[in-house]
């Protein structure tokens, strides 16, 4: 399984669009510093102009952990396209490509070969992550310092003391890795009927698009479905950031995340295993 998941981890590293998750989100986190560097102070004098007229903040608001979290409020919609991008093309471009009927037919069991992919995708996203918080983190702390954390929510405002921050970006770093799994898996499934990899990976960003969508709107129908969408329960990041913890919801949302993988696994195992790969 070792040599097998290093072996699909070259084939990802050697295809160009690999790279495109790297550089964007290297971008965008460079922008967001470059940006709060040079007008940070008054993009937060603008939301914080209504609370200091009921409260004085004093320290230095505008710290690493406060960049850290703008950023993952900003690109953890995003980064599960950069996703699909890789983990779309795992079975779908063997097929393109003509070399599936060859992988197939290895002394190997498919399950294994499937999941060889799917540890090599997990590893892709676990980079992303990586990266993402050495640069919005690490970066951060480096150029803005420490200070505490202000969350400032719709109905409440939450502050968060400085020496508590690491742990809970470390958590919502690792729900985060979870919430990406679902999108990997869910990404490779739709890969195992298809015979390019236009398809799951369009497909995929639809659905996310799609979920979001509903989501976000406060309609009475689109309330019984939201418990149900993987996209609802990718958000518990956030959750990490309130005080006190909702436990009993980020266990529940784990334990839903932890589940659409298993599923889409399984869906996946059994559509690769029963696959025609003569014709």
Not at 187 to 214: D, K, R, W, Y
Request: aromatic share 10%; proline share 3%; charged share 10%.
């Amino acid at each position: 399984m070792f040599r097998l998941t290093i072996t699909e981890l070259v084939k990802i590293a050697a295809k160009p669009r690999s790279y495109i998750g790297l550089i964007a989100i290297t971008v965008i986190v460079g922008l967001i510093h470059l940006a709060m560097f040079l007008d940070g102070l008054n993009y937060i004098s603008f939301i914080t102009n209504p609370l200091q007229m009921a409260f004085s903040l004093e320290g230095n608001i505008l710290n690493g952990n406060l960049v850290c979290f703008i950023i993952l409020q900003t690109l953890i919609i995003q980064i599960p396209l950069l996703v699909a991008l890789v983990t779309g093309d795992l079975i779908s471009g063997e097929a393109a490509m003509g070399t599936i009927r060859l992988i197939a037919t290895r002394p190997v069991s498919r399950t294994r070969l499937l999941m060889s992919k799917f540890l090599a995708g997990a590893l892709y996203v676990m980079m992303l992550l990586l990266w993402l918080g050495i640069l919005s983190l690490g970066l951060g702390l480096l150029f803005f310092g420490h200070g505490d954390l202000i969350v400032l929510k719709s109905e409440e405002l939450i502050i968060i003391q400085s020496d508590d921050t690491f742990w809970r970006f470390m958590a919502a770093f690792g729900v985060a890795f979870l919430s990406l799994l679902v999108v990997a898996s869910f990404s490779l499934m739709l890969s195992c009927f298809a015979e390019n990899s236009i398809g799951p990976i369009i497909s995929t960003m639809a659905v996310i698009i799609l979920f979001t969508i509903i989501g976000t709107m406060e309609i009475p129908f689109f309330d019984l479905i939201k418990p149900f969408l993987f996209t609802t329960h990718m958000v518990i990041w956030r959750n990490f950031f309130d005080n006190p913890l909702p436990v009993e919801q980020i266990r529940e949302s784990l334990l839903i995340l932890a589940a659409h993988v298993i599923l889409f696994l399984s869906v996946s195992v059994y559509t690769f295993n029963k696959k025609d790969i003569l014709s």
